[in-house]
């Protein structure tokens, strides 16, 4: 039988200003959020395994992540940050390979200023070195930047992509168009996978049902296949609309309509095709 994992999950001490993201809106993530945490949600709701990904901009982040995963071995990966457009990303990639739970990188291309900031040369040359570690680039956007991110990975065809909670669409507006004729256009490169999870924080987060969410799921699965969608929480961020064990539920009635096996896909074979995991779910 094919293990549950987590896909897309954020661990955080937090403070205020080192997570200044976190708005009053978001008061109820303004705590620690660490791997005891987030072990018992996981147990309750039969995932096996998670994927650590970075909420902050820092190489210390990151080097906390991996030691958060050599600590607790149901973390089987992590997508960390490091500075990639920097002309010491190099060397601080090559050290943070060493690590066996490295498996990617992420940058926070949604906050940046410049919406084609991934078009940036500097940027580029930084991917351009992850095919030969063999690492996953996380894409990280809004339905807006989707147009850029096309081009962005036409420049890399032998990189791993994954499109972060299906490049955020505007749930809360029931808006489809343009993110679902950019979702197909994307879903055309082989290369590229995408992630079903931050999908209730689109939402209303008080009121949202599972027919808000469908129409989104149905066109990604319609686009990129049960082979290329892996299922992620956005633990702890998804608890502003909903619990773990409950995201979880939801995925499941969502996918309902799947073979078994290509709802195991989904929930967590496809995570470790991806990510490399093999390995490391024990």
């Not at 940058?107 to 040359?125: C, T, Y």
Request: aromatic share 10%; with cysteine; charged share 25%.
């Amino acid at each position: 039988m094919t293990k549950y994992i987590d896909a897309h999950q954020h661990f955080w001490k937090y403070s205020p200003e080192e997570y200044g993201w976190i708005d009053e809106h978001m008061s109820v993530l303004r705590r620690d959020f660490l791997p005891s945490h987030l072990h018992a949600a996981m147990t309750s709701s039969g995932v096996h395994a998670s994927v650590a990904v970075q909420a902050r901009q820092t190489l210390e982040e990151t080097e906390w992540l991996l030691e958060l995963a050599t600590e607790n071995s149901y973390i089987a990966g992590v997508v960390g940050w490091a500075p990639i457009a920097s002309a010491n990303f190099p060397s601080q990639l090559e050290r943070l390979s060493e690590h066996p739970k490295f498996r990617g990188l992420r940058h926070v291309l949604q906050d940046e200023p410049d919406d084609a900031f991934m078009l940036r040369d500097d940027f580029n040359r930084g991917i351009s070195l992850l095919k030969g570690k063999d690492l996953v680039y996380d894409i990280l956007i809004y339905e807006r930047h989707l147009p850029n991110a096309i081009q962005f990975v036409d420049q890399h065809p032998y990189q791993r992509f994954v499109v972060d909670h299906l490049a955020k669409p505007k749930i809360r507006a029931a808006e489809i168009s343009p993110w679902r004729e950019h979702m197909r256009t994307l879903a055309e490169r082989p290369h590229v996978s995408c992630k079903l999870s931050g999908l209730v924080t689109e939402a209303n987060w008080n009121a949202w049902t599972i027919d808000d969410l469908r129409p989104y799921v149905e066109i990604a699965l319609e686009a990129f296949g049960p082979r290329r969608i892996l299922a992620g929480s956005d633990w702890p961020v998804c608890t502003l609309a909903c619990g773990y064990k409950l995201w979880w539920e939801t995925l499941q009635m969502l996918l309902s309509e799947l073979s078994a096996d290509e709802r195991n896909a989904v929930l967590g074979g496809n995570a470790v095709e991806t990510y490399k995991l093999k390995d490391l779910v024990q």
